[in-house]
C-alpha cells in the first residue's frame, strides 16, 4: 500500500443550476508527484478543485484522502484538517486583515481562545520567509499590497499548512518570469519532500517543466490521464481543445502606418522621469518590465485612471483629454485593467451588460437603448473570443475565470476605440482562448488601432508585439525588437543589477 | 433576472463546437410572466398570497372604498420608496427622505398659505421640489464628491432639514390649505384617486428609466464596482448625484402630496418614513450592497407593508399585535422569497442586506 | 370645570416675583414639535418678558424620549438655572433629576403631568377628569343619533404613554356612565404619523360597517379622524370627540368632521409655570396644585370671542 | 489600525526593491498614540476638539457635575454602540437593538416589579439579558442559517420586539421600582457614576476581544469576505450567531441601565436608539461594509454625539437650531476624518457607509 493515493475522486459530478461544470470525473493524485490539471476555460477545473477542497458540494460521486472516504457534505476546515491545502484562482485573502492574521486564519496560535501574537507573528515571518517575502512586515494590511505580494502571501499560507496534496490554480498569473521560476523551484522541493502537488496552469512550458502526470478535463468530462513524459505541447493543446491551434501567434500583419498614440513628458504620480513613447496605427508594443516597474501605472496614468503630473498624451496628434477615464474614452482610448475582479468586471450584472458598458452610447439614441441593438452589438463584439456561458442576462460572476477575461476583451473591442491599452489581456486565459485573443489583438491593430501590451509572460509579447518597451524602476530602460531578441536579453534589461550598463 | 426556462443547457464555446441558438430578439427587456417570479421582482407572490388572505378573511378588503384607501394610503410611502431604491442601488443609503417630507411639505404649505398673496399653487409645488432636489443634492456632492459615507451624510441631512423644517414653522401646522392645494391629492380620475395614478406614474417612468436608459445602466454599474465603472467610463459623479438629487425630489414629491392629502403642513411629517422606505426597497428584492432591485420592486414592497397595515386595521387586530404581527409578516415574507430564490447557495453574512 | 382659570393669564400673579429679573429659568418641556408645546413655551416667554427673567427652552425630539429629558435636566443643573419648569414625560422617572435638582436648591415647577417625588408646584389638568369629560360628550353625541350602544374607534396616537392610558380610561369611565353598552371595539395606534392615522380611521370606517363614533387622544389623532371622516363623508353619521386645539382640528369642528374637542390651556401652563418658578425663585411659595381643567368646545361655541385665545394662542414670535 | 505615521508609503512588491524597516515586535498589536490619530480610532482629534470648544465657550462644561451627566448621558447610548458595531464589522446591520432596550427594560422592571415577591434584582437582570441575548440570537440564526438581509430580519425583530414589550406592559410604565434596583445605574464609585464605569468596562472588555482573541479575529474575517472566511475554515455560522447573540446582550444590559436610571420600566424607551448607536459607530470610524472599526470607536463616537447634545444645552442653544447644528457637525465631523484620512484616493460609492 504504498502508493495509496493521497487523494482520489471517482464519477464526480457537479452541476449548476442547468450548467454541468462536472461529469463523471476520475483523479488520483499520489504522494511525489506534480500532477497537472489542463483544460480550456470553464473546462471544470476550478469546480474540481473547489470540490477536493470542500468548497462546495458534489452532487455524486466518491471523494477519498489517503484512502479514508470523505463525507458528502464537506467543509473546508474537514478538508484542510485532512490535508488538502489549496491557492485559490481568484485571490481569497481578507484585504482588512493583517498578513499574519490571514497566514494564520483558522488556525491561529493561540491559548484557550486568547492569541498568542509572538507565535503569530513568528509563524508569518517564517511562512512569507518560504517565498521569498521574508522581509515584508506581517502586521501590514493586506488591502496596502500590490497584487503580485498578495499571491505570494497567498501562497505562503498554503505552503505553511503541511499539507499533504497542495493545489495550485494558477498560481503564476500575477507573478513575474522569476517569480514564477521561484515557485516552480519551491514545488519541485514540496514534491521531494513526498508531497503530493495539482498543479492548474494555462502555461505549457510551465507543465512541461514540472509535470510528472497531466489529467485532461474538456467541457466537465475526463479525456485521460497521462504521464506528462508522453504528451507534446501540440498533443495536449489537442486533448484539451480537440482542435488543432495552427499557431498561436497571429502570423504577418500589413505595416504600420501614422503614429496614433504618443506620450509626451508623460509623468504619473511616483515617477521621477517623464516618459516619451508613441506607437503607430497599426502596431502592438509590448511592455516588458520586472513585478511592480511601472507598467501599469504608466497604462492607467495615460488612460486617466490616476492623476498626470506632467505631460500629455496625444491621440492622432490631438491631445487627449486624460481628466478621468471617461473623458480618455471619449479621446478615443480604452484600458484593460489587470484586476478583473477589482477594477474591471461589474460582479453583480450580467454578461451582456458587462460587455456593452463602455459602449452603451452607440447603441442608444438620446439616452435610450435601442431595442434589439444592445444584443446585437454585444454577440458581435463577443464574435470569435468563444465565450463559455448560459445566457447573456447571466450575472458575470457565473463566469469561469478567463471567459471572465474575454468578456473584458469583448467590452473594449466593443468601445470601438483608436488606442487599447491592454494590461495582462490573457491573465487566467487557456492557450486556444489566448490565440483567440491574440488574433483579435492582430485583427484590431489591423484595422488600424494602436495597441499596448503589458505582460508578465515574455513568449506573449515575444510572439504577438511588434516592438517592446523594457520598463524598469518607473523609467524606459530601452527597447527590443521581438524578431531578434531573446527572453534573456528582455530580462537582462528589466532587471536592476544591471542598471549601471545603460548610462 | 436570468430566464431560466427558455435558456437551452448553457451550451459550449461560442460559435464553433455547438452552434448556439441565435441570440434571441432582445425580448429579455421586456417583461414576462416569468419575470414576474424571479426575485428580481421579489415580492410578488408573497403580495398576491397576503391580498388572497385577506379577500377571504374580510368582507370589506375587495371593496372599491377599500382599494382606494389602500392606493391613497401607499402611494406616499411608494414614491419615497422609488427614490430611495435609486439610492440603494447605488450601495449608498438615503436616511434623510423622511425629514424631507417633511420639509418639502411645509415648504409648500407655506408657500400656498396665505391665500390672498400667497403663491400660486403650482409655483409653491415647483418650489417645494426644487428644495427637496436641491437637499438630495447636497447629500449626492458630499457623497460623490468628498467620499464620505452616505449613511453618515444623510442621517446629518435628516437633522438639518427636520431641523429646517420646524424652524420655517416655528414648529406649528401651517393651514388652512386653499383647496386649489387640497385638490392634488384629494381629485380622482376615473375613479381612480390621483394619488393612486401618480404612485403608478412614478414607479413606471422610473422603472422605464432604469431599464431603458443608459442612465439607468449607469445607476447599476455604480452600484455593482463603482471602481470598475469609473474605468469603464461611467461617469460616476454625476450618477451619484442624480441618484441622491431625485431620490431627495421624490421625497419632496410625496411631501407636497402628503401636505395636499392632509391639507395640512405638519412640520414633524414624514418621521420615520426612511427606514419604511428602505424596507419597501429590500422587500421587492433590493440589495443595500447596491446593483439589485427595482422600481417595481419597491412598489411590490410599499404595497405588502401597506397590506398588512390596512389588514391589520381591517381586521381590528389589537395594535400591540399587529406590530408583532407585522414584524414577523415581514420576515416571513422575505423568508419564503429567499428560499425559493435560495437554490443557488448564497453566503451567509453576504446575503443581500 | 375651571373656566375661571383661563384667559389671560392674570398679570396680578406676578405679586411674589420681586426681585427676580435676571434670574436663570429653564422650561422643558416634553417635545417640542408640536402645536401644544409651542403654545406652552409662547407662555413661557410671555411669562419671561413680563417678568424680566432669563429663560431657556428646551425639550426632548419626541415624547416618548425619557432618557433625553432626564439629560435635559442634568444639563439644566450643570448650566447653572436658579428653577425649572418641567413638563415631565414620566410620572416617575425624572423623580431622580428632579431631587438632585432640588438638593441643589432648584426649585422645580412641573407642567401638565405630574411627578410623584416633591416639586415646588404642579400645575395641569388631570387627564383621567378630561378623558371622563370626552365619554360623557361621546354618551350625549351617540345618545342624540339614537345609537347609545354603538361602537367606538379609539385612535391613539402612541403606546406606551401614561398620560393617554389615563385619557382612555376617563373616556370609558365617561362613557359608561349613562351608556354603559357602547364600548372601544378597537383601537388603531398611528405613532403621530397623520397619514398613518388617517389610514387607519379610513381603514376602520370601512372595516366596521356599524361605526359610531371615533375617540382621538391627541392633535394628531384628532386631525387624521378629522380628514378621514371628510375624506368619507361621513361626518354626519359619526361622533367624533378629539383632544387637543390643533388648528386643523378647530377647523374640522367648524366644518363638523368632528363634534367636539377637549381643550386644555398650554399658554397658561407656560406662563403660569415661570410665573411660579420665579416666585419660588425669590421665596414665596405658589399654589401647590393647579388644575385648569379643561374645555369641551363644539361647533356653537368654537367661534365664541373667549375661547378665540384659547383656540388660537399667541405665537411664539412677534 | 495600520500605523500610517510609521509605516512609510506602502512600498514595493514584497520588499524587492526598497528595503523594508525591520520587522518590529509584536507592538503593533498595542495601543500607541499614533493610533489615535488614525482612521481606524476615528473621531478622537474630532472628539478632543469640540471637548476644547466647549471648555472655552462655557464655565459650565469642565465642571465635575456636567462631566459626571455627560457619563451618564452617553453610557446608555455606548454601551448598545459597542454591540452593534459587532454586527456591523460583520457587515451586517441591527436595528432592533432600540426595541431590544424596552423589552428588556420591561423585563427587569416586572420582574422586580412586586417588590413583595418580585425576584430578587439579580434574578431579573439575569432574565433580561437572556431575554436579549436570545431575540439577538433569533437574528442571527435568520441571518446565518435562513441566510436572511440582516437590514429585513432586524427590521422585524424591531417590531416584535417592541410589540412583546407593550403587550408584556399592557402600555404602562412599570413602576415604582425599589431601591436596590434603581442603585444599580444610580450608585457611584470613586465619585464617578456606575454607568460611566460600566459603559468603560463594556468598551475595554469588546475593544480586548476583538483584538486579542481568535473570535475577535474571525468577525473581522467574516465582514472582509464571508466566503473568504469560510474557504480558511472561520466557522462563519457561529461567529454571525454570536455577533447578533451579543449585540442583543448588550443592548439588554443598556435597557436594564435605563431602566434603573429612570427608575422605571417604560414600554417605549430606546425608541430610535438603533439610528443613533449605528452613527455612532461610523461617526467612530466603522464602515456598514464590514471588517472596518473598532470598540474604542464606537465609545468616541457616541461621545461626541452626547458632547454636542451637551453643549447644545449647556449654551442654551434653541432645539431646532441645536438639530440643524448637530447634523452640520456630524458631517464636519466625519468630513474632516474623511479629508485627513483619505490621502489614498477612496472611490466615490465605494466610500466606507
Ligand atoms: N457559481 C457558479 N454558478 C454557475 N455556473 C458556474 C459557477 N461556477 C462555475 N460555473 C460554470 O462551471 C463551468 C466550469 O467552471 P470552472 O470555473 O471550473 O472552469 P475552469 O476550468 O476553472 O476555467 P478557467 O480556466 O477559465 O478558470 C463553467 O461553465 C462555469 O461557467
Ligand atoms: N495598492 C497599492 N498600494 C501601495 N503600493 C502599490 C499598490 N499597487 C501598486 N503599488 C506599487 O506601485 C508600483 C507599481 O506597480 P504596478 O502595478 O504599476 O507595476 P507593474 O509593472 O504593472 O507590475 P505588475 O505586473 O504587478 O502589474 C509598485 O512598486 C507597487 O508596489
Ligand atoms: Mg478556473
Ligand atoms: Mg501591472
Redesign the interface.
Same mark, same amino acid.
Given at each position: 500500500m504504498a502508493d495509496t493515493a493521497v487523494i482520489s475522486l471517482r464519477g464526480v459530478r457537479k452541476t449548476y443550476r442547468a450548467v454541468t461544470a462536472l461529469d463523471g470525473v476520475d483523479l488520483e493524485v499520489l504522494p511525489g508527484e506534480v500532477h497537472c490539471l489542463a483544460g480550456e476555460n470553464g473546462a471544470g477545473k476550478s469546480t474540481l478543485i473547489k470540490i477536493l477542497t470542500g468548497a462546495e458540494t458534489r452532487d455524486a460521486g466518491e471523494y477519498l484522502v489517503s484512502g479514508e472516504p470523505m463525507r458528502p457534505v464537506l467543509t473546508p476546515a474537514v478538508a484542510r484538517d485532512a490535508g488538502v491545502g489549496v491557492v485559490y484562482q481568484e485571490l481569497s485573502l481578507l484585504p482588512e486583515l493583517t498578513v499574519s492574521a490571514n497566514l494564520c486564519m483558522g488556525r491561529f496560535p493561540s491559548r484557550a481562545g486568547f492569541r498568542d501574537l509572538r507565535r503569530q507573528r513568528e509563524m508569518a515571518t517564517a511562512m512569507l520567509s518560504r517565498v521569498g517575502l521574508a522581509e515584508l512586515d506581517p502586521e501590514t494590511r493586506v488591502a496596502e499590497l500590490p497584487t503580485a505580494t498578495r499571491q505570494l502571501v497567498e501562497i505562503a499560507r498554503v505552503l505553511g499548512q503541511n499539507a499533504k496534496l497542495v493545489i495550485f490554480d494558477e498560481p503564476t498569473t500575477a507573478l513575474s518570469e522569476q517569480e514564477a521560476a521561484a515557485l516552480l523551484d519551491r514545488i519541485r522541493a514540496l514534491r521531494d519532500e513526498g508531497v503530493a502537488v495539482l498543479y492548474v496552469s494555462h502555461r505549457m512550458e510551465e507543465m512541461f517543466a514540472i509535470g510528472d502526470r497531466v489529467t485532461v478535463l474538456r467541457d466537465g468530462r475526463l479525456v485521460a490521464t497521462e504521464p506528462m513524459a508522453g504528451h507534446t505541447e501540440d498533443t495536449l493543446v489537442q486533448a484539451m481543445v480537440g482542435r488543432t491551434i495552427e499557431s498561436l501567434y497571429p502570423g504577418e500583419r500589413a505595416g504600420t502606418g501614422q503614429v496614433r498614440l504618443e506620450l509626451r513628458g508623460v509623468r504619473p504620480v511616483g515617477f521621477d522621469e517623464p516618459v516619451d513613447l508613441s506607437v503607430r496605427s497599426g502596431e502592438i508594443l509590448g511592455l516588458a518590465g520586472l513585478l511592480g516597474s511601472g507598467r501599469s501605472e504608466l497604462l492607467r496614468a495615460a488612460f486617466g485612471a490616476d492623476p498626470l503630473l506632467a505631460g500629455q498624451v496625444l491621440v492622432d496628434g490631438r491631445p487627449a483629454d486624460t481628466s478621468s477615464p471617461r473623458a480618455a474614452a471619449r479621446s478615443g482610448i480604452g484600458l484593460l485593467t489587470e484586476d478583473r475582479k477589482e477594477s474591471g468586471l461589474m460582479l453583480g450584472l450580467s454578461i451582456e451588460k458587462n460587455v456593452a458598458m463602455a459602449s452603451i452610447g452607440a447603441v442608444s439614441s438620446f439616452g435610450v437603448l435601442r431595442r434589439g441593438k444592445v444584443r446585437e452589438h454585444v454577440a458581435a463584439a463577443a464574435d470569435g473570443l468563444r465565450v463559455k456561458f448560459g445566457d447573456w442576462t447571466d450575472p458575470v460572476s457565473s463566469l469561469s475565470g478567463g471567459n471572465q477575461q474575454k468578456t473584458l476583451v469583448a467590452r473594449w473591442r466593443a468601445t470601438g476605440a483608436k488606442v487599447l491599452l491592454l494590461d495582462e489581456p490573457t491573465k487566467g486565459v487557456d492557450v486556444g482562448a489566448k490565440a483567440d485573443i491574440y488574433r483579435v489583438i492582430a485583427e484590431l491593430a489591423a484595422a488600424g488601432l494602436a495597441v499596448v501590451v503589458v505582460s508578465s509572460y515574455l513568449p506573449e509579447l515575444l510572439g504577438l508585439c511588434d516592438r517592446i518597451a523594457v520598463v524598469r524602476q518607473r523609467r524606459i530602460a530601452g527597447f527590443a525588437d521581438p524578431a531578434e531578441a531573446t527572453e534573456e536579453d528582455v530580462l537582462h534589461l528589466a532587471s536592476p543589477v544591471t542598471a549601471q550598463e545603460a548610462s | 433576472?436570468?430566464?431560466?426556462a427558455s435558456?437551452p443547457?448553457?451550451s459550449?464555446?461560442?460559435?464553433?463546437?455547438k452552434r448556439r441558438p441565435r !441570440?434571441?430578439?432582445?425580448d429579455?427587456?421586456i417583461l414576462r410572466l416569468s419575470h414576474l417570479f424571479d426575485r428580481g421582482f421579489g415580492g410578488i407572490p408573497v403580495l398576491l398570497a397576503i391580498a388572497f388572505a385577506l379577500s377571504l378573511a374580510?368582507d370589506?378588503f375587495l371593496?372599491g372604498?377599500?382599494l382606494d384607501?389602500l392606493g391613497?394610503?401607499v402611494s406616499?410611502y411608494a414614491i419615497i420608496a422609488v427614490g430611495q431604491l435609486l439610492v440603494i442601488l447605488?450601495?449608498?443609503?438615503d436616511?434623510s427622505v423622511g425629514s424631507v417630507v417633511g420639509l418639502a411639505g411645509v415648504v409648500a404649505a407655506t408657500a400656498v398659505f396665505e391665500t390672498s398673496g400667497g403663491l400660486p399653487v403650482a409655483l409653491a409645488v415647483v418650489l417645494a421640489l426644487v428644495v427637496g432636489a436641491a437637499a438630495g443634492l447636497i447629500n449626492g456632492v458630499? &457623497?460623490?464628491?468628498?467620499?464620505?459615507?452616505?449613511?453618515?451624510?444623510t442621517?446629518?441631512?435628516?437633522?438639518?432639514a427636520?431641523?429646517?423644517t420646524?424652524?420655517l414653522t416655528?414648529?406649528?401646522?401651517v393651514? !388652512?390649505l386653499p383647496a386649489e392645494f387640497t385638490a392634488i391629492a384629494?381629485g380622482s380620475v376615473f375613479g381612480v384617486s390621483n394619488l393612486t395614478w401618480l404612485m403608478l406614474l412614478v414607479t413606471v417612468l422610473m422603472a422605464w428609466l432604469l431599464r431603458?436608459?443608459?442612465?439607468g445602466?449607469y445607476v447599476?454599474?455604480?452600484?455593482?464596482?463603482?471602481?470598475?465603472?469609473?474605468?469603464?467610463? &461611467?461617469?460616476?459623479?454625476p450618477v451619484?448625484l442624480s441618484a441622491y438629487a431625485l431620490s431627495g425630489l421624490l421625497a419632496a414629491f410625496a411631501g407636497v402630496l402628503?401636505a395636499s392629502?392632509?391639507?395640512?403642513g405638519? !412640520?414633524?411629517?414624514g418621521?420615520?418614513y426612511e427606514?419604511q422606505a428602505?424596507?419597501a426597497c429590500?422587500?421587492g428584492g433590493a440589495?443595500?450592497?447596491?446593483?439589485?432591485g427595482t422600481a417595481l420592486g419597491a412598489l411590490v414592497g410599499a404595497l405588502v407593508v401597506g397590506l398588512l397595515?390596512?389588514g391589520g386595521?381591517?381586521?381590528?387586530v389589537?395594535?400591540?399585535?399587529?406590530?408583532?404581527?407585522?414584524?414577523?409578516l415581514?420576515?416571513i415574507a422575505?423568508?419564503a422569497e429567499?428560499?425559493r430564490g435560495?437554490?443557488?447557495s448564497?453566503? !451567509?453574512?453576504?446575503?443581500?442586506? | 370645570g375651571g373656566k375661571a382659570a383661563f384667559g389671560p393669564a392674570a398679570e396680578g400673579t406676578g405679586s411674589g416675583t420681586s426681585g427676580v429679573a435676571g434670574t436663570r429659568i429653564d422650561v422643558i418641556t416634553k417635545a417640542t414639535d408640536s402645536e401644544f408645546w409651542q403654545s406652552m413655551l409662547a407662555g413661557s416667554e410671555r411669562a419671561g418678558a413680563d417678568l424680566g427673567v432669563e429663560l431657556g427652552l428646551f425639550g426632548p425630539t419626541s415624547e416618548t424620549d425619557i432618557d433625553q429629558q432626564v439629560s435635559l435636566v442634568e444639563n439644566s443643573i450643570a448650566r447653572g438655572a436658579k428653577a425649572i419648569v418641567l413638563a415631565s414625560n414620566s410620572s416617575t422617572a425624572l423623580n431622580g433629576a428632579v431631587d438632585r435638582a432640588r438638593q441643589q436648591g432648584i426649585k422645580v415647577i412641573t407642567v401638565d403631568n405630574s411627578i410623584t417625588t416633591a416639586s415646588e408646584g404642579f400645575i395641569g389638568t388631570d387627564n383621567v377628569k378630561a378623558g371622563q369629560q370626552a365619554g360623557q360628550r361621546m354618551c350625549e353625541l351617540l345618545t342624540a343619533q339614537g345609537k347609545a350602544a354603538g361602537k367606538i374607534l379609539h385612535e391613539s396616537s402612541t403606546s406606551g404613554q401614561q398620560v393617554l392610558a389615563d385619557r382612555l380610561t376617563g373616556f370609558r369611565a365617561g362613557l359608561a356612565e349613562k351608556c354603559p353598552q357602547a364600548a372601544v371595539v378597537q383601537t388603531a395606534v398611528n405613532d403621530n404619523d397623520l397619514n398613518k392615522a388617517v389610514g387607519q380611521v379610513n381603514d376602520a370606517i370601512t372595516g366596521i360597517p356599524d361605526l359610531a363614533g371615533i375617540f382621538a387622544d391627541n392633535n394628531t389623532s384628532g386631525t387624521g379622524a378629522a380628514r378621514a371622516v371628510a375624506e368619507r363623508g361621513a361626518a354626519d353619521r359619526l361622533a367624533v370627540v378629539a383632544f387637543d386645539s390643533d388648528p386643523a382640528e378647530v377647523e374640522g369642528v367648524r366644518t363638523g368632521s368632528i363634534d367636539a374637542i377637549l381643550v386644555q390651556n398650554p399658554f397658561f401652563f407656560g406662563y403660569q409655570g415661570v410665573v411660579e418658578a420665579a416666585m419660588s425663585v425669590a421665596g414665596s411659595t405658589p399654589p401647590v396644585d393647579l388644575d385648569p381643567g379643561a374645555v369641551v368646545i363644539d361647533k356653537s361655541d368654537v367661534d365664541k370671542p373667549e375661547y378665540a385665545q384659547l383656540l388660537d394662542p399667541p405665537k411664539t414670535k412677534g
Open positions: - | 433576472m436570468t430566464d431560466v435558456a443547457a448553457p459550449a464555446a461560442g460559435g464553433k463546437r !441570440p434571441r430578439p432582445a429579455s427587456e374580510t370589506s371593496t372604498t377599500n384607501n391613497r394610503q406616499i447605488t450601495a449608498g443609503i436616511l458630499l &457623497v460623490a464628491v468628498l467620499r464620505m459615507p452616505p449613511f453618515i451624510v442621517l446629518g441631512m435628516m437633522g438639518i427636520r431641523g429646517a420646524l424652524l416655528d414648529g406649528r401646522t393651514q !388652512p384629494g431603458r436608459t443608459v442612465w445602466q447599476y454599474a455604480v452600484g455593482s464596482n463603482a471602481e470598475s465603472a469609473r474605468l469603464t467610463g &461611467v461617469p460616476v459623479r451619484l402628503l392629502r392632509l391639507g395640512n405638519v !412640520p414633524t411629517s418621521t420615520g427606514l428602505i424596507a429590500v422587500i440589495s443595500l450592497f447596491g446593483a439589485k397595515n390596512n386595521t381591517l381586521l381590528g389589537d395594535p400591540f399585535w399587529l406590530q408583532i404581527a407585522i414584524g414577523v415581514i420576515l422575505v423568508g429567499n428560499l435560495g437554490g443557488k448564497r453566503l !451567509p453574512g453576504m446575503a443581500a442586506r | -
